[in-house]
């Protein structure tokens, strides 16, 4: 009977862990899916707005050391993914596994993906509203992307 008991409340623990695991914003850094152009652009200052097909985009170049560029992307004036290249000096300095090892710490083990091009590795993190992608070329530092998107 002991062993039963102990066993429902290893599962019940294990469930519980699974269910407060890392929970993904609905968004990027504070803006929530459906920021506007305006709200973006006044968190993030300093960009360039642009129009790309039916997508209005809104650029940030060398917005920190770390980042090279961080792109929003809109539709209807809404916010509906991001875009941020890092900078290769800062990836060579850093190295992927130490990017990597942040990306895992802040949204845990992910799922590595390696269907898409056979020189990139991207692993995934999603739940019901967003998907994060954080894709790297191993021997291409200037190649290192995350990649926020509204599903």
């Known amino acids: 009977m002991k062993k039963y008991i102990s ?4 599962l019940t623990f294990l469930l ?3 269910a407060f695991a ?3 914003f609905a968004g990027y850094g504070k803006q929530p899916w459906g ?4 709200s973006v652009s006044k968190a993030y200052p ?17 917005p920190s050391r770390e980042i090279k560029q961080r792109t929003f992307a809109f539709a209807a004036n809404r916010l509906v ?3 941020v290249t890092m900078d290769p000096a ?7 596994e130490k990017l990597l090892a942040k990306q895992k710490k802040q949204y845990g083990d992910g799922v590595i993906d390696r269907s898409g091009a056979p020189h990139m590795v991207k692993y995934l993190w999603q739940d019901q509203s967003t998907r ?7 021997k291409r530092p200037e190649m290192t992307v995350l990649m926020y998107e509204k599903k």
Do not use: E, W
């Open 46 to 62: 300093k960009g360039t707005l642009a129009k790309l097909g039916a997508q209005d985009t809104y650029k940030q170049l060398k």
């Open 16 to 18: 519980a862990a699974t």
């Open 22 to 24: 890392a929970q993904l």
């Open 132 to 138: 994060i992608t954080f894709a790297y070329a191993p």
């Open 7 to 10: 066993l429902v409340f290893l």
């Open 81 to 83: 993914a991001v875009s």
């Open 90 to 96: 800062y990836v060579k300095k850093n190295g992927i």
């Open 35 to 38: 920021a506007s152009v305006k």
